[in-house]
């Protein structure tokens, strides 16, 4: 079944430990994003990847990082969390984008809650 | 770069009636608007998308309309079931890289 996964699904932990949110798809999609849901807000990208080693950042990036070794796995890494990064978190991906006459829609994870107390 | 409004924030309809929800964007240059429906605890499935070179496009109860010159764009699902409460985004983008998501409505179908 294509899918996009994410671990874990609820997670909650104290400011300043690390944590890592993984992200893995079996579609062999080139395009991944990390987006984050507060209510009210919609969804707002952090960080996204056009392939294997590309990564940029999106429009809240802060405090957070990403790494793309591998096609399949996008993580997304809080290297310090603090209580405003207390979430609701979507990986999503797609074939490749950034053409103006080839969007490919997004396939979305079920998503991540953190809350950092 | 681009803003997405999306309203209402919520909408209740009864069973059989007809739901709109409607998204105005800033950016001349978005040529895809995506709808996405999002039920509790799973992520957001895209349910019907427009690319700006059509003004409408429909599949069976739900179709989106779009108007370039103003700058929105609309949902629209007919004969609504219970099982179409769920919370809806619009999405406006030029390319992957820049989609912005609207806030988001919930929508409720009472039976």
């Known amino acids: 079944e294509a899918q996009v996964t994410q671990n874990p699904r609820y997670l909650i932990t104290v400011t300043g430990k690390k944590l890592t949110v993984t992200c893995s798809q079996n579609?062999?999609?080139?395009?991944m994003s990390w987006y984050r849901q507060d209510p009210g807000l919609g969804l707002r990208q952090i960080y996204y990847s056009m392939n294997v080693e590309v990564t940029d950042k999106g429009d809240v990036p802060e405090g957070y990082k990403v790494s793309r070794k591998e096609k399949r796995n996008f993580p997304l890494i809080l290297e310090s969390p603090s209580p405003n990064q207390t979430s609701l978190y979507f990986c999503?991906?797609?074939?490749?984008?950034?053409?103006?006459?080839?969007?490919?829609?997004?396939?979305f994870g079920d998503g991540t809650r953190l809350s950092i107390l | 770069g681009e803003n997405v409004e999306q309203h209402p924030s919520t909408l209740s309809v009864q069973e059989g009636d007809s739901a709109v929800i409607k998204c105005t964007y800033s950016d001349s240059a978005s040529n895809y608007f995506p709808w996405y429906k999002q039920e509790l605890g799973k992520g957001p499935q895209l349910i019907i998308d427009i690319r700006s070179n059509v003004g409408e496009k429909k599949d069976q109860r739900i179709a989106v309309t779009l108007n370039k010159t103003a700058k929105h764009f609309s949902l629209h699902i007919t004969e609504t079931q219970p099982e179409d409460s769920a919370v809806y985004f619009c999405a406006a983008s030029y390319n992957n890289n820049d989609m912005r998501f609207g806030a988001g409505t919930r929508l409720t179908v009472k039976p």
């Open positions: 999503a991906s797609s074939l490749a984008g950034g053409s103006i006459v080839d969007h490919q829609p997004q396939h």
């Open positions: 579609m062999n999609h080139e395009y």
